[in-house]
């Protein structure tokens, strides 16, 4: 690729904000976003699996909507707005879903955990109690290897039923 | 694994992204959605890749109802394809199909261009392209030319595009009054590629079928959908099935399961698009 135009840069220079903080950087062109919030700035929260999109354990919000950190390249997001579990978790605005894990051992080894309570965070953004049908349908793209889905789902559940006022909050 | 680039670089216009791909002479990708190319990437399937990212070519996105065809930009992403009303109403096997499009977190990023760029034989929307008779727009050094869609598909990951042309957007054919259409796919995962998948669009003058992931590309059913135009039946027509389907043998399932599936999507599809008086 020696001869590649001169408008191609390895170095990209991008400014964005992560978890409401302003962050300039220089990235390599080919770093994805996951590792460029895992490895350069220290947010380890979202885990880097299988790293071509099946497991969903990178599952982080960009611009408002959930994405692939493994598929997402940090040069892209020049102005964009980034929450990882870590902002999410300090905001707020996941901790009745974390309760909700927490209460019906909606996990077993965790390391699924931080990409899932991002993905259910996600479903019930849309507000309304979703069927477990739905709720699985909306999870399918993130891989429990514990096989834990049953109690995810429960919690899941348990949350919109709560932010509904459908049901008392587990 | 980790992404092997060569060099990145942010396309200010359509024709800046023309002159880019040009001068790269076939060594640079486009980055649109990223949803197949950064895995591949990942997977070091692509080889050390520069990139050339449209992502803010505004002039790719948008959907419109112009004329007798929906205008959907080449930068549309699964999900808007999801949501748009406009899709719904005038191409609604592209809007089932697209919920059926990996996951959520990937529908947000892969666009419409991507998908049909990258031709996998298992990907929904090529197949919506050949049932609903959609023509593929292409921007190149010598401007935009136009192709349908039974003309741009022409093998596994390989379509009539030139090394320096990229898509714009397609334009699908309204659905005509009281059409019905259907995208369904059978998957061992919900979101994973399809074991079979066909769209299915009733036409007043017979109905228009293609399959996906049962043969190296996106492919129509031609001798079921001449079996069905001329009055035949739904099993007379997925009795023919084997001369329009040669799917391949892996590890996912031999070929006569995979031939076996088609024919339920089909008689399924039938059953979804019935009409009242049919």
């Given at each position: 690729?020696?001869?590649?135009?001169?408008?191609?840069?390895?170095?990209?220079?991008?400014?964005?904000?992560?978890?409401?903080?302003?962050?300039e950087?220089?990235?390599?062109a080919?770093?994805?976003?996951?590792?460029?919030?895992?490895?350069?700035?220290?947010?380890?929260?979202?885990?880097?699996?299988c790293?071509?999109?099946?497991?969903?354990?990178?599952?982080?919000?960009?611009?408002?909507?959930?994405?692939?950190?493994?598929?997402?390249?940090?040069?892209?997001?020049?102005?964009?707005?980034?929450?990882?579990?870590?902002?999410?978790?300090?905001?707020?605005?996941?901790?009745?879903?974390?309760?909700?894990?927490?209460?019906?051992?909606?996990?077993?080894?965790?390391?699924?955990?931080?990409?899932?309570?991002?993905?259910?965070?996600?479903?019930?953004?849309?507000?309304?109690?979703?069927?477990?049908?739905?709720?699985?349908?909306?999870?399918?793209?993130?891989?429990?290897?514990?096989?834990?889905?049953?109690?995810?789902?429960?919690?899941?559940e348990t949350?919109?039923?709560?932010?509904?006022?459908?049901?008392?909050?587990? | 694994?980790?992404?092997?680039?060569?060099?990145?670089?942010?396309?200010?216009?359509?024709?800046?992204?023309?002159?880019?791909?040009?001068?790269?002479k076939?060594?640079?990708?486009?980055?649109?959605?990223?949803?197949?190319?950064?895995?591949?990437?990942?997977?070091?399937?692509?080889?050390?890749?520069?990139?050339?990212?449209?992502?803010?070519?505004?002039?790719?996105?948008?959907?419109?109802?112009?004329?007798?065809?929906?205008?959907?930009?080449?930068?549309?992403?699964?999900?808007?394809?999801?949501?748009?009303?406009?899709?719904?109403?005038?191409?609604?096997?592209?809007?089932?199909?697209?919920?059926?499009?990996?996951?959520?977190?990937?529908r947000?990023?892969?666009?419409?261009?991507?998908?049909?760029?990258?031709?996998?034989?298992?990907?929904?929307?090529?197949?919506?392209?050949?049932?609903?008779?959609?023509?593929?727009?292409?921007?190149?050094?010598?401007?935009?030319?136009?192709?349908?869609?039974?003309?741009?598909?022409?093998?596994?990951?390989?379509?009539?595009?030139?090394?320096?042309?990229?898509?714009?957007?397609?334009?699908?054919?309204?659905?005509?009054?009281?059409?019905?259409?259907?995208?369904?796919?059978?998957?061992?995962?919900?979101?994973?590629?399809?074991?079979?998948?066909?769209?299915?669009?009733?036409?007043a003058?017979?109905?228009?079928?293609?399959?996906?992931?049962?043969?190296?590309?996106?492919?129509?059913?031609?001798?079921?959908?001449?079996?069905?135009?001329?009055?035949?039946?739904?099993?007379?027509?997925?009795?023919?099935?084997?001369?329009?389907?040669d799917?391949?043998?892996?590890?996912?399932?031999?070929?006569a399961?995979?031939?076996?599936?088609?024919?339920?999507?089909?008689?399924?599809?039938?059953?979804?698009?019935?009409?009242?008086?049919?």
């Amino acid at each position: 690729m020696t001869d590649m135009p001169p408008d191609f840069a390895r170095k990209v220079d991008i400014r964005l904000t992560v978890n409401g903080e302003t962050v300039e950087a220089r990235v390599d062109a080919g770093r994805h976003l996951v590792d460029f919030l895992r490895l350069d700035l220290g947010l380890t929260g979202a885990h880097a699996g299988c790293e071509h999109g099946v497991c969903g354990a990178c599952t982080l919000k960009v611009d408002g909507d959930i994405v692939r950190g493994c598929l997402v390249l940090a040069a892209q997001l020049d102005g964009a707005e980034v929450w990882t579990v870590e902002g999410l978790t300090d905001s707020g605005a996941l901790a009745d879903l974390q309760d909700a894990f927490v209460a019906r051992n909606a996990l077993q080894c965790g390391f699924c955990t931080p990409g899932m309570l991002v993905a259910a965070a996600d479903l019930l953004a849309d507000g309304g109690v979703p069927s477990r049908a739905e709720i699985r349908e909306h999870i399918s793209g993130n891989y429990c290897r514990c096989t834990g889905y049953e109690a995810i789902v429960d919690a899941i559940e348990t949350v919109a039923r709560a932010r509904a006022g459908t049901e008392a909050a587990a | 694994m980790k992404a092997a680039t060569a060099g990145y670089v942010r396309a200010t216009s359509l024709s800046h992204a023309v002159t880019l791909l040009a001068a790269s002479k076939g060594q640079a990708r486009l980055l649109a959605g990223g949803q197949s190319l950064v895995a591949a990437m990942n997977l070091r399937l692509a080889g050390e890749t520069a990139l050339i990212d449209i992502n803010g070519l505004s002039e790719l996105g948008g959907i419109t109802a112009d004329g007798a065809v929906l205008r959907i930009g080449a930068l549309t992403r699964h999900r808007e394809l999801a949501t748009s009303p406009l899709v719904a109403s005038l191409a609604p096997a592209i809007a089932q199909a697209a919920p059926l499009i990996a996951h959520a977190a990937i529908r947000t990023r892969g666009t419409i261009g991507g998908s049909l760029a990258y031709a996998d034989p298992a990907a929904e929307l090529p197949a919506c392209m050949l049932a609903l008779g959609a023509t593929i727009v292409v921007a190149g050094p010598q401007g935009l030319r136009r192709v349908a869609a039974e003309d741009f598909f022409v093998d596994l990951f390989t379509t009539a595009l030139a090394e320096d042309e990229m898509i714009t957007a397609v334009e699908v054919p309204f659905a005509e009054p009281g059409e019905r259409q259907a995208t369904l796919e059978l998957a061992r995962r919900s979101g994973d590629y399809a074991l079979a998948g066909i769209v299915l669009a009733r036409k007043a003058d017979g109905p228009r079928i293609a399959f996906f992931g049962v043969g190296p590309t996106a492919r129509l059913a031609r001798s079921a959908m001449a079996v069905l135009a001329s009055g035949g039946d739904g099993e007379a027509a997925a009795a023919v099935l084997d001369r329009d389907l040669d799917p391949p043998d892996d590890v996912h399932a031999p070929a006569a399961v995979r031939l076996h599936l088609a024919r339920v999507l089909l008689r399924r599809a039938l059953a979804a698009t019935q009409t009242g008086d049919a």
